[in-house]
T-cell receptor
Framework: QQPVQSPQAVILREGEDAVINCSSS?????VHWYRQKHGEAPVFLMI?????EQKGHEKISASFNEKKQQSSLYLTASQLSYSGTYFC????????????FGSGTQLTVLP | NAGVTQTPKFQVLKTGQSMTLQCAQD?????MSWYRQDPGMGLRLIHY???????DQGEVPNGYNVSRSTTEDFPLRLLSAAPSQTSVYFC??????????FGPGTRLTVL
């Protein structure tokens, strides 16, 4: 079952902050965040593992609430380069073999 | 390193034709996967492989075949193309699903 992302789209000015949420109705072992610019391939940002471990981008932070099966991606002091579509992918089995992606959040940063 | 490469970049097929999308990686990753991306649908896993000779189905495997004879290559075969298979196809590789590296994609149109 596909995780639900919110909001679907957000527009902000350079320097503003944004939060993108990802929630699942099933128990999760890990949440993976990717960013995709128009016409390009998705690029890995961060992985959050059950138990609190995080790996990924230095300038982007995220949280994973295991009880609520929710993850949030925090983009602070947004830069123009942050524009793109952000996807969360969830691993429900713990096997690290299959990710189920949400439908994405389109972020536009204006000057 | 070239990373993950995909060929062709664009392809137009007629209904009923077959073809193979090529994917290769030079990072010695055991895990490789194929996704399709449709507008508003995010990424959906078609097939994946955890090593040479080992493949398994993902979320949307019908109409597609894969094989993994070497660590480097993971081709995706469309057996009898249908208009519903019009999509952008991404190949990815990684250490399990952690930090997957995506190829540039193949844009396929089935008439």
């Amino acid at each position: 079952q596909q995780p639900v992302q919110s909001p679907q789209a957000v527009i902000l000015r350079e320097g503003e902050d944004a939060v993108i949420n990802c929630s699942s109705s099933k128990a999760l072992y890990s949440v993976h965040w990717y960013r995709q610019k128009h016409g390009e391939a998705p690029v890995f940002l961060m992985i959050l593992l059950k138990g609190g471990e995080q790996k990924g981008h230095e300038k982007i932070s995220a949280s994973f609430n295991e009880k609520k099966q929710q993850s949030s991606l925090y983009l602070t002091a947004s830069q123009l380069s942050y524009s793109g579509t952000y996807f969360c992918g969830t691993d429900r089995s713990g096997s690290a073999r299959q990710l189920t992606f949400g439908s994405g959040t389109q972020l536009t940063v204006l000057p | 390193n070239a990373g993950v490469t995909q060929t062709p970049k664009f392809q137009v097929l007629k209904t009923g034709q077959s073809m193979t999308l090529q994917c290769a990686q030079d990072m010695n990753h055991e895990y490789m996967s194929w996704y399709r991306q449709d507008p508003g649908m995010g990424l959906r896993l078609i097939h994946y492989s955890v090593g040479a000779g080992i493949t398994d189905q993902g979320e949307v495997p019908n109409g597609y075949n894969v094989s993994r004879s070497t660590t480097e290559d993971f081709p995706l075969r469309l057996l009898s193309a249908a208009p519903s298979q019009t999509s952008v196809y991404f190949c990815a590789s990684g250490i399990g699903t952690d930090t997957q590296y995506f190829g540039p994609g193949t844009r396929l149109t089935v008439l």
